[in-house]
T-cell receptor
Framework: AQSVTQLGSHVSVSEGALVLLRCNYS??????LFWYVQYPNQGLQLLLK??????LVKGINGFEAEFKKSETSFHLTKPSAHMSDAAEYFC????????????FGTGTKLQVIP | SQTIHQWPATLVQPVGSPLSLECTVE??????LYWYRQAAGRGLQLLFY??????ISSEVPQNLSASRPQDRQFILSSKKLLLSDSGFYLC???????????FGEGSWLTVV
């Protein structure tokens, strides 16, 4: 079984400031981890994913995330927030090698203040 | 890569009316298919998944049902909608070997 916890349903940052969205997971086997973004009135778009190998994963739009097994975390970061980053972000976990189920976090809405 | 199409994109239905949301997949064969619902403040909830024609697994007890009449077609239905069925419904399919999950555009359902 697996689960995902996203800390903070709403996060506000100033334009140009660091973005940090937190995600912790639990999984009985090595997980696959994902971050998805949902812009207003749109579907989900993959930002980045971790499967195996390098623990620092770079995604689109300047985002990156680091898989930390000891902390069971997969936090999403971006050095400098842009107004266009305002959206809802979902962390997700899937058991490695299996795609029967993907478990999503409850989402974090990012507000960027000019 | 595969493409997932959903329709209708938006739907306003009265309580007690039936529902049919359709999802089709292009670019792959024998895909695993999921229906997710995103309700306000609750994130994404897995409703159903299917590993093949006629094979449906339900994750949560509810007022909805799913069917898979063809390999690349997945339908979400209800005989009588409830107010609590309102939400954003997403059809999804993983890409084995590429470690990616593809989503449809989503269907906004408002039950009034």
């Amino acid at each position: 079984a697996q689960s995902v916890t996203q800390l903070g349903s709403h996060v506000s940052v100033s334009e140009g400031a660091l973005v940090l969205l937190r995600c912790n997971y639990s999984s009985s086997v090595p997980p696959y981890l994902f971050w998805y973004v949902q812009y207003p009135n749109q579907g989900l778009q993959l930002l980045l994913k971790y499967t195996t190998g390098a623990t620092l994963v770079k995604g689109i739009n300047g985002f990156e995330a680091e898989f930390k097994k000891s902390e069971t975390s997969f936090h999403l970061t971006k050095p400098s927030a842009h107004m266009s980053d305002a959206a809802e972000y979902f962390c997700a976990v899937s058991l490695s090698g299996g795609y029967q189920k993907v478990t999503f976090g409850t989402g974090t809405k990012l507000q960027v203040i000019p | 890569s595969q493409t997932i199409h959903q329709w209708p994109a938006t739907l306003v239905q009265p309580v007690g009316s039936p529902l049919s949301l359709e999802c089709t997949v292009e670019g792959t064969s024998n895909p695993n298919l999921y229906w997710y619902r995103q309700a306000a403040g609750r994130g994404l909830q897995l409703l159903f998944y299917s590993v093949g024609i006629g094979q449906i697994s339900s994750e949560v007890p509810q007022n909805l049902s799913a069917s898979r009449p063809q390999d690349r077609q997945f339908i979400l239905s209800s005989k009588k909608l409830l107010l609590s069925d309102s939400g954003f419904y997403l059809c999804a399919s993983p890409s084995p070997g590429r470690n990616t999950i593809y989503f449809g555009e989503g269907s906004w359902l408002t039950v009034v």
